[in-house]
């Protein structure tokens, strides 16, 4: 069974860090495009970062690009979210999520995590 466990979020003050993880299990990380997405109370869920599969080739949008960084980690099946220099608008539940295409679209993607909140107090 796919499944995808978001860890990491939590309460942090503007300007400071947090570190999102995405466990997956009964796949391989390598093997798919994963994603970040986050939503915000009242807002549409939107693309924040994604990581190709493969080759790992990496994709930000332009809100957060230079502040987030993705990465993945193979030999512990996890993909992270590493966030700086964090902004009160950063605040929402990040979601990952897996599909067969890198893309900032959710459309694209085929299995998704409960999500974990990231709040930053101004």
């Known amino acids: 069974e796919v499944q995808l466990a978001e860890s990491g979020g939590g309460l942090v003050q503007a300007g400071g860090s947090l570190r999102l993880s995405c466990a997956a299990s009964g796949f391989t990380v390598d093997d798919y495009a994963i994603g970040w997405f986050r939503q915000a109370p009242g807002k549409e869920r939107e693309g924040v970062s994604c990581?190709?599969?493969?080759?790992?080739?990496?994709y930000y949008a332009g809100s957060v690009k230079g502040r987030f960084t993705i990465s993945r980690d193979n030999a512990k099946n996890t993909v992270y979210l590493q966030m700086n220099s964090l902004k009160p608008e950063d605040t929402a539940v990040y979601y990952c999520?897996?599909?067969?295409?890198?893309?900032?679209?959710?459309?694209?993607?085929?299995?998704w995590g409960q999500g974990t909140q990231v709040t930053v107090s101004s």
């Open positions: 999520a897996a599909g067969p295409i890198w893309s900032l679209h959710q459309v694209r993607y085929d299995y």
């Open positions: 990581v190709d599969k493969g080759d790992g080739g990496t």
